[in-house]
């Protein structure tokens, strides 16, 4: 079993950059797929960004050039680099864990239940402001 804890939310102005980190712990003796998800005010959760064991990588169309999504195994964390942040980006993000492989890449950037995931972080949430 792998727990996982986002950090790094804030209140920034439009333009402006932030990097979320999500610190995996319990269950690190492999690689396994990660990503991030976000669920804005009063919508449904929504997928961002995602890299598989091998490091490959896709993103929603909505982050796309402005979001980069990485991962340091030596300190068994992952990342979320923002720029050119927009109000529309203000949401609740969360990072989330598939140890057995469940999800297609494409899929990571679909909205998806709680057990779809084998873990899903507590949320750091962002707030853009214009």
């Known amino acids: 079993q792998v727990q996982l804890a986002e950090s790094g939310g804030g209140s920034v102005q439009a333009g402006e950059s932030l990097k979320l980190s999500c610190a995996a712990s319990?269950?690190?003796?492999?690689?396994?797929?990660m990503g991030w998800f976000r669920r804005p005010p009063g919508k449904e959760r929504e997928g961002v960004a995602a890299i598989l064991d091998d490091g490959t990588t896709d993103y929603a169309d909505s982050v796309k050039g402005r979001f980069t999504i990485s991962r340091d195994n030596a300190k068994n964390t992952l990342y979320l680099e923002m720029s050119s942040l927009q109000p529309e980006d203000t949401a609740m993000y969360y990072c989330a864990a598939d140890l057995r492989g469940l999800l297609r890449l494409s899929e990571w950037l679909l909205p998806q239940p709680d057990g779809a995931l084998d873990a899903w972080g507590q949320g750091t949430l962002v707030t853009v402001t214009s």
């Open positions: 319990g269950y690190t003796s492999r690689r396994y797929a």
